[in-house]
């Protein structure tokens, strides 16, 4: 079978932050509340999810009945930022690059986000990276998210690979989680707002630049030798 690299999206292939930072402070003042978030500083809760960032504004804020901010505010943090995906957002060095070497090389690629599908599609076209991508599973995909591995390995099937020869490529505790789940290495990324500290989380391997990618997925997935005669 194919070997397979899955990556996530937000963190790992983009910066979303930005994008994602001004979404939610659209929701709050949809609510009537002031920016509870900022750029730079609120990177890494960004990357946790829209959820994440409402309950932080809520709680920075001192606002009252913070569950229900964080309910209330989804839907519109989810309208606001599809109204505007792609104003701050941009690709890590060498990405883009990276994965049409891979592709090129035969791997089979996908994304397993925790962004709803649309978004996470919307996204990739237009990062100009759709082309590449074998299989897209999202946070609504399935009945089930990351750190589920369901989401995992649906995203190597559909991209027509094999688990048992694949690993996940990500910058977060959930994508730690999700590849101990699924029984596969997991990679992570440095370049995120945790920087060298997502070490803490003992992944297989550790990305400092896109570069160096193809002599990772080598050394995680080792190229099988050629049948003897």
């Known amino acids: 079978m194919r070997r397979t690299v899955i990556f996530d999206l937000d963190g790992t292939l983009a910066d979303t932050a930005g994008d994602l930072i001004a979404s ?21 809760t960004a990357f946790r999810g829209g959820r994440a960032m409402l309950a932080l504004a809520a709680a920075r804020l001192g606002l009252p009945d913070p569950e229900g901010i964080v309910e209330r505010g989804y839907p519109l943090l989810l309208e606001a930022y599809g109204a505007a995906l792609d104003v701050h957002t941009r690709l890590y060095p060498g990405a883009a690059e990276a994965v049409l070497r891979l592709r090129d090389g035969g791997l089979a690629l996908g994304i397993c986000t925790n962004k709803p599908e649309a978004l996470a599609l919307r996204l990739l076209e237009a990062l ?43 910058d977060t505790e959930t994508d730690r989680r999700t590849a101990r789940n699924a029984g596969v290495p997991c990679a992570l990324v440095t370049f995120g707002p945790e920087g060298a500290g997502v070490a803490r989380l003992k992944p297989e391997a550790l990305l400092s630049h896109f570069d160096d990618l193809d002599a990772l997925v080598d050394r995680l997935l080792p190229r099988e030798r050629a049948a003897q005669a």
Request: hydrophobic residues 45%; charged residues 20%; proline residues 11%.
């Open 24 to 44: 939610a402070n659209a929701a709050l003042a949809a609510m009537g509340h002031p920016p509870g978030l900022v750029p730079g500083r609120d990177d890494a």
């Open 128 to 170: 100009e990276l759709s082309a590449l991508f074998d299989a897209v599973v999202g946070a609504d995909t399935l009945p089930v998210r990351k750190p589920d591995p369901a989401p995992y390995r649906a995203a190597v099937e559909r991209a027509g690979g094999d688990v048992a020869r694949s690993f996940l490529l990500g």
